[in-house]
Structure formats: C-alpha cells, structure tokens
C-alpha cells in the first residue's frame, strides 16, 4: 500500500498570496490575453482540516491519481486527458520549468462541469514536479517569480509568501488576469516535499472567485499525495 503524505492546519495564519495563471473552461483550456490588473490582494484564515466523514457528509469526494489526491465537490469531473495536454503546454509556454522535471502522467484535473452563467468553469488542477536539487520554497520562488516576469508576458505576479505547515514548505500566491475577455482570478499553493514540488492550481472566474476561495481553502487541507 502506498504511503501518503498530507499536513494539518490547525491554526488560523494570515498570508499575502502571489499569482501565475492558466486555466480551464469545461475542462478545455483558453488563451491567455494581455491586460492591466490591480493588486488587490485576497487573504482568508487558513481552515482546520476537515475530516473524510465531515467532507462525506457536506457532499464532497475524493479524485485521485496514482500519485495524488484531493477533494472537492461531488459534482465535480475528472479533466480529460486532452485537456491536460494543453495544460501542460501552456505551462511550457507562460512558465518554463527552472532545476525541475514535471512529472506529466501524474498531473490531476477537475473541474465543475456545471458553470452556470459563468464564462469559465471553475477547477483545480495538481502538477508534481522532480526538482534537482534541494533548495528552499523562498528560492524556488525567487527563480519562478523572475522567469514569469522574463518571460510570461501575460501574467503579472502581485506578491508571494513562504510559510510551514507540519514541518513542510508551502508558498501560496494569487493572479488576475483576462483571459478571452473573460476576468479570473487564481490561488496556486506550492508543497515541497523533499526534492519533490507539488503545484496546486485553483482557478475561478473573478465575479465568483470569492464564494469559490472558501471551498478552495478548503480543499487544499485535503491535499495528499504519494511519498
């Protein structure tokens, strides 16, 4: 049996979030357009990790791989693997990868297949990485931050924090951006376990992003993966 590994927050932080983008609308990615953005920022208390009964219960269910796992909403759909393709050369394109193999097979994707009037559907997708050597979370992030800003040229990194959760390193950070005319918004978290980096997108249309960044929060207390 594989032995997972996962974190606890249990106390309540506060933390100024940074931002990359891409996205998925009905589990097909969009192109990126070019805009100028505010900085505002979103911060919300980090919630208690809720436990598989309780998430049962709320409706929630566990989506996974061979790799990873994550829970989310019942009505939430696995993203096809055509859609991950593009995912993956979308990141190719915005955000080379710096010291670090993305490990393609294991990339997990959901997305809720019921927008509503929403022009883009909101979704989460869950890239491992294996990183070459072992820096800290703080270096990692210089380095991204300054290849988004080299090279991405549509993308606008607002700020960035580094905190601990149970002995690992977490980043978490926030874009906006238009994308088809169509404004979102997006938390990524960054997990470092070892010279493995797991990056978590959660992605939503800005006018929704809001009531979407609870459940978000959420989720990622969930967040499990293959050690």
Known sequence: ????????????????????????????????????????????????????????????AEYSNSRVSVWMPE??????????????????????????????????G???PFPGDSPTAANVMIVPYDLNCNRTMTVFLEERIKAIADDALY????????????NYQVGRYFVDNFINQQYEQQVVYLVKDGLTLYEIYYTAYAGLFDEWLPIFERSFLTFRWDS
């Open 155 to 166: 993308m606008v990194v607002t700020d960035s924090d580094v905190f601990t959760v149970d």
């Open 75 to 108: 009505y939430f759909r696995l993203v096809e693997p055509s859609a991950i393709e593009l995912f993956i050369q979308q990141l190719d394109y915005f955000i080379p990868n710096v010291g670090m193999h993305r490990q393609g097979s294991s990339i997990l």
């Open 1 to 60: 049996m594989a032995k997972y590994g996962h974190f606890n927050m249990n106390r309540s932080k506060r933390f100024l979030l940074t931002a990359i983008s891409t996205t998925l609308s009905l589990g097909l990615l969009s192109a990126l357009n070019p805009t100028n953005i505010g900085t505002d920022l979103f911060s919300q208390p980090a919630l208690a990790q809720p436990s598989e009964t309780e998430l049962r219960t709320d409706g929630w």
């Open 110 to 112: 959901v997305f809720n």
